[in-house]
């Protein structure tokens, strides 16, 4: 499937390109090249962030009257694509994409008055409080609790996988208010400042040895009952409103493509077991990269059909699900087939005594290494984070019978 553009869309991707040539500084490309985790860490993002603001981009989804842009579907998509394509990272989403987005559709006038204009400037840095210990895949049965007292909610429990939650200064946290009816009628939708009395972080060192992800524990909590969003009980159905977020849009298909394109240099320059040619030339080689670039294919043939469908108005629905598995999965095979390839040019560049990467010296290992190593074994999470491969199939299977 291929859209065609109209002069007007060519227009704006000749403004997208230009608009990334001026402002994506090699800084920030190399950081979004170097990352092993899922979002480049705030003292580059932010750098990017602020460049999205001030073209006035940095909330393109959001509705107009609370500062989207107003995009097409088709813009959207070509936004997405060229970013990705450029090395562009990833703009945490937590705020922007996430919160921001339920607080814009369920949230008080004062939530909107307030936080909005934060999480567009950046001065708010959000974390997601979904997950606990025994809450992960099955989040209905979360157990964190808020219990109203006055005018405050008191929270106690634990969240964990929290990403960024050390850099954040603000979490919405999903949090049981009631334990009556079923599991699901008693969830409400929280937002706390990290800052508040009770709230501990702790770190979570991964197995690529990378500071991403957290546990948060709070130990009673107070929270003005102000920061309830929507009402109390519905929480649930805001998740599911924020998670359809998380699981479309971003053009998965695009991050694909490059890490395809990685793949294929590392093929072009890590020699074969015969002096003399490469890894590309190998005819097993070059049946697996036709195998992944057909993937690719057809995952950017199913992001088309969701710009299609919301070109008409549409919502993403299961293809949403869809495609965030195929994705993940997708993902997860080229990595590892980088991996493979790169053999022991990427064992130098790991580090796994410590949280602590030291960038490698270029002349001692190939800085593709480094990075693909690390994205390696973090992205072994990408099947289980933003709902488990398992239970989007469920998804997929209830929606499409």
């Not at 402002?23 to 480049?40: D, E, K, M, P, Y």
């Not at 509705?63 to 070509?78: D, L, N």
């Not at 706390?192 to 040895?209: E, K, Q």
Request: glycine share 10%; with cysteine.
């Amino acid at each position: 499937m291929y859209i065609e553009l109209t002069p007007e869309e060519q227009a704006f991707r000749q403004e997208v390109l230009d608009f990334l040539e001026q402002h994506l500084t090699s800084v920030v490309r190399r950081a979004s090249r170097l990352s092993t985790g899922v979002f480049v860490d705030p003292p580059w993002s932010k750098e990017w962030h602020r460049a999205l603001y001030e073209k006035g981009w940095i909330s393109y989804a959001w509705p107009q009257e609370y500062g989207g842009c107003g995009w097409s579907p088709v813009q959207r998509y070509i936004y997405e694509s060229e970013a990705a394509r450029s090395g562009a990272p990833a703009v945490a989403p937590m705020g922007i994409n996430l919160v921001g987005p339920v607080i814009c559709e369920y949230g008080s006038d004062w939530q909107k008055e307030y936080y909005l204009p934060r999480i567009r400037s950046g001065e708010d840095y959000w974390c997601q409080g979904f997950s606990e210990p025994g809450a992960g895949s099955d989040l209905s049965s979360l157990k964190t609790k808020a219990v109203r007292d006055g005018d405050d909610y008191i929270i106690s429990g634990e969240k964990t996988w929290t990403t960024h939650a050390h850099f954040a200064n603000m979490i919405f946290a999903l949090v049981r208010t009631s334990r009556e009816d079923k599991q699901q009628n008693g969830i409400s939708f929280l937002l706390v400042d990290m800052d508040s009395p009770g709230v501990t972080v702790r770190p979570i060192i991964t197995i690529a040895g990378d500071h991403e992800v957290n546990q948060v524990h709070f130990d009673d909590v107070r929270v003005p009952a102000s920061n309830l969003v929507g009402e109390e009980g519905k929480g649930w159905s805001y998740a599911k409103y924020l998670l359809e977020f998380e699981r479309g849009g971003g053009a998965p298909s695009a991050r694909s493509r490059m890490a395809l394109e990685r793949y294929k240099t590392i093929l072009r320059n890590e020699a074969g077991d015969t002096p003399g040619k490469w890894l590309i030339d190998e005819k097993d080689i070059q049946l697996r990269l036709g195998q992944l670039a057909a993937r690719v294919i057809a995952l950017e043939t199913l992001d088309m059909r969701q710009v299609a469908r919301r070109q008409v108005g549409g919502r993403p629905g299961a293809t949403a699900s869809i495609v965030k598995t195929l994705g993940a999965e997708l993902l997860q095979a080229i990595e590892k087939a980088s991996m493979e390839a790169l053999g022991p040019h990427g064992l130098p560049a790991m580090k796994l005594d410590g949280p602590d990467f030291v960038v490698p010296n270029e002349t001692s290992v190939p800085e593709h290494g480094w990075a693909i190593a690390g994205r390696h074994l973090n992205g072994l999470a990408g099947t289980i984070f933003g709902g488990a491969s398992e239970i989007q199939r469920e998804i997929i299977a209830k929606e499409l019978t």
